[in-house]
């Protein structure tokens, strides 16, 4: 028996990294079309934080001993208010190169880049670095697929961890047995490998790979952080968390699944419902879960968050020494990030709003959306404690779907962290209805957006729908999946619960 169950491991482990290699040499297939099949300039793609030319435009700027935020950004607000004017601009286009030229000048205002100066000193030189005979970029997209084998492989290690603390917590409440005869009990599947295998072979992590955009190396730095925490390596932890904040602003508010993580452990069934039981030091001896919360890992962490931040901003303040110093990377990532100062088409709903918006208004809603991403985060905190995972993955949604930018990158994440809970999420509603919405608005946003921009028979409304369309699926995923979860819980509870009741009669 046990050669056998050592069999099904190597086979189960080996067909995993044939899925793995397999997903790298449909990436590098996919790279080696001309011109990435023109992924760069799509909006569902690159945004104005992710966009690759935006970043070999700030390294340009750069090595001109200017600074990387004094380029340009395109007013494309305009076009989406008056299209005809938009259709007439083309016409210049065609015909009067130097009437382009012109006013091309007058069409751009603000900076052209807003990421981070330690991606410009990382990934800048791939930028302009060319193989002979090889596609444009090719190093530049062979990091992003190393990006994406890196953020899968921590995925699996994480979901192994998970997939362990949920079973001692089932053997801990005695109803592994009771759960299997009762027909209650589904087979538990590894949620690591299908976790990491729903990341590599999600379209959106493709396509966000293979356009060249910087969502992996964030999604990376989050899934680091994760992995960190779950592991209890607070040091990585640390690193992953300061990455992410650094480069994205929105995962700063996973510090608290990571110190529930730190101090609790992975996720687990509610606490109190060990202590449910008849003789309760009994059942806490018997018990392999921690049910205090520990502060020391919790102080390391904030130790080594410091030192990460101040390593991290040193590094900044002396990129940036010459171009305005670290006030200049603030005013122009940070604050270009909750002032949205870029109102070009994206996936989000922001930007259509405030074009539509009075700008007497426009601070006042600006306060409301970014303030409505805080108010979800203590209830839902309250309510998920002791599953933190299950926690960063409702977090990671929220502000994918509320952010300034949003891109199909940041879907490809919380997405492909969705395979961890695929036994406690094994009785959600409206799934095939998810599928399809997704698969309906990765089909219609393109076609909505070429309608408007290129054969100019639509308007703005056309490709807004799908914008509108895909947050609604979001919020259905959301609410959905955390009340699966707590009805798995529930469940867990009624199995301990009647347990002993069965057991006399």
């Known amino acids: 028996m046990q050669k056998m169950g050592k069999q099904k ?9 044939n899925w793995v290699i397999a997903s790298i040499i449909f990436r590098l297939i996919l790279i080696y079309f001309p011109k990435n099949l023109n992924l760069a300039s799509r909006p569902e793609v690159s945004t104005p934080l992710t966009s690759f030319r935006r970043l070999a435009e700030g390294y340009w700027l750069k090595q001109l001993s200017m600074s990387p935020y004094a380029g340009f950004s395109f007013c494309f607000f305009f076009f989406s208010l008056c299209p005809t004017f938009f259709n007439f601009f083309f016409i210049l286009i065609r015909q009067k190169k130097e009437m382009y030229l012109i006013f091309l000048v007058f069409g751009y205002s603000g900076s052209m880049y807003h990421g981070s100066p330690l991606l410009l000193s990382l990934l800048g030189p791939l930028t302009v ?20 084998v890196v953020s899968a492989i921590l995925i699996r290690a994480t979901g192994k961890n998970l997939r362990l603390a949920y079973l001692r917590s089932l053997e801990s409440l005695d109803i592994v047995q009771q759960t299997k005869a009762s027909g209650e009990f589904f087979k538990i599947l590894s949620p690591g490998d299908a976790a990491a295998l729903i990341y590599l ?4 992590t493709i396509v966000a790979c293979v356009g060249l955009s910087t969502s992996p190396i964030e999604n990376m730095a989050v899934i680091l952080c994760l992995y960190g925490a779950c592991s209890r390596l607070v040091p990585l932890a640390a690193f992953g968390w300061v990455i992410a904040t650094h480069l994205s602003l929105y995962p700063a508010i996973l510090i608290i699944p990571v110190i529930f993580l730190l101090g609790c452990g992975p996720d687990a069934p509610p606490r ?42 040193v590094l900044c303040g002396i990129s940036l020494k010459q171009f305005g110093g670290l006030w200049e990377m603030f005013k122009s990532t940070y604050g270009f ?36 991403i805080l108010f979800m985060i203590m209830p839902l905190a309250i309510r998920l404690h002791h599953r933190p995972c299950f926690l960063a993955f409702v977090y990671i949604a929220i502000f994918s779907m509320l952010k300034s930018y949003p891109s199909v990158g940041d879907s490809a994440l919380y997405l492909g962290l969705l395979g961890w809970f695929v036994n406690e999420l094994a009785d959600i509603q409206f799934s095939f209805f998810l599928f399809c919405g997704y ?25 807004f729908a799908t914008a509108m369309v895909y947050a609604c699926l979001q919020i259905i995923l959301v609410v959905e999946g955390v009340s699966a979860m707590l009805n798995h819980d529930r469940k867990l509870r009624n199995l301990a619960t009647s347990k002993p009741q069965d057991a006399k009669s």
């Open 129 to 148: 670095k060319r193989i002979e005979g090889q596609p444009n970029h090719l190093l530049y997209s062979l990091v992003s697929v190393i990006a994406d």
């Open 337 to 372: 990030i909750l002032t949205v100062e870029d109102l070009s088409p994206n996936i989000g709903v922001l930007w259509y709003f405030f074009a539509e918006v009075f700008d007497f208004f426009r601070n006042f809603f600006l306060i409301v959306f970014h303030v409505n």
């Open 201 to 204: 072979w999600n379209p959106f």
């Open 9 to 17: 491991n190597k086979t189960a482990s080996f067909s995993f990294w």
């Open 439 to 463: 698969v309906g608005v990765s089909l219609l946003s393109p076609v909505m957006h070429t309608l408007w921009i290129w054969r100019g028979t639509g308007n703005a409304n056309f490709y």
């Open 272 to 313: 109190k419902l060990f202590l449910q039981k008849n003789n309760k030091e009994e059942v806490l001896s018997k018990s392999k879960l921690r049910l205090g919360f520990s502060w020391r890992p919790i102080t390391h962490f904030a130790f080594w968050a410091l030192l990460w931040s101040a390593y991290v901003l």
